[in-house]
């Protein structure tokens, strides 16, 4: 797939971000724009394989370097970085640069690059993340709910929290479709906390589908220990059947 590398200028500083698009012919004309939110391990090879996949289906995918702001950071080892005191705390040390309001600010700023680039088609985009990614997508949706067509969260954790900043509270805010693919025994996303969110969801009339794999959290990232090819070829079709309904060509 086509590969561009470039910056965007936010808030914050610049942000490295990768665009892929379609090959082939069709690739000539635009397409629906789709915002891939990576895991705590954040921009890495695996993603850019994965921003490819989701690229071939018909979509210019955004795929950002959330932690920008930490500037030439080094790669973690998903393999060995939370058995790794040192580098455990590094990583929490960057997920905790990922506020809520940074990260709609950065959202805002992704939308407005997609909205200018030749390759993209309309003003509301998709978005979708993994683990934190996945929290991120949610946070999107609601923080900035006029840019956003569709969510999807695949074992996203901390969907729902008792803290004032939870994505399930900016259910009556969102616009979107939402999805969320949750992982079997996952302490970051529980039965009790999907019953939460759908509640809310549905209070809010937001349409929304939430469904188990069965597989492990991080199941649909393929450098993740638990990774689970069966769970990530449905997570594919849920993921792509979402965008197809709610991003039209």
């Not at 905790?96 to 959202?107: F, I, M, R």
Request: glycine share 8%.
């Amino acid at each position: 797939m086509p590969n561009i590398i470039d910056t965007i200028t936010t808030a914050d500083g610049s942000c490295t971000v990768h665009l892929l698009t379609p090959n082939g012919h069709e690739a000539r004309v635009p397409w629906p724009g789709v915002v891939m939110y990576p895991d705590a391990g954040g921009l890495r090879d695996t993603f850019q394989h994965m921003a490819a996949k989701l690229a071939s289906y018909g979509y210019t995918v955004l795929l950002p370097d959330v932690y920008y702001r930490s500037g030439d950071w080094a790669p973690f080892d998903m393999a060995t970085v939370f058995g790794d005191e040192s580098e455990r705390k590094r990583l929490f040390g960057m997920i905790g640069t990922l506020t809520p309001d940074k990260v709609a600010s950065d959202a805002r700023a992704f939308f407005n690059y997609l909205s200018d680039r030749p390759e993209v088609s309309g003003e509301r985009f998709g978005v979708c993340g993994y683990c934190m990614g996945g929290r991120i997508s949610l946070l999107v949706a609601g923080r900035v709910p006029d840019r956003v067509a569709a969510a999807a969260s695949f074992h996203g954790g901390g969907l729902v929290t008792d803290a004032a900043d939870s994505p399930h509270l900016l259910a009556h805010r969102m616009t979107a479709t939402i999805y969320v693919g949750g992982a079997q025994d996952d302490a970051s996303f529980t039965t009790d906390d999907a019953e939460q969110l759908d509640k809310a969801l549905t209070a809010a009339q937001v349409p929304h589908t939430i469904e188990w794999y069965p597989a492990r959290h991080g199941f649909a990232v393929p450098d993740n220990a638990p990774y689970d090819e069966a769970a990530a070829e449905r997570h594919w079709t849920a993921m792509t059947e979402v965008f197809a309904a709610a991003l039209p060509r």
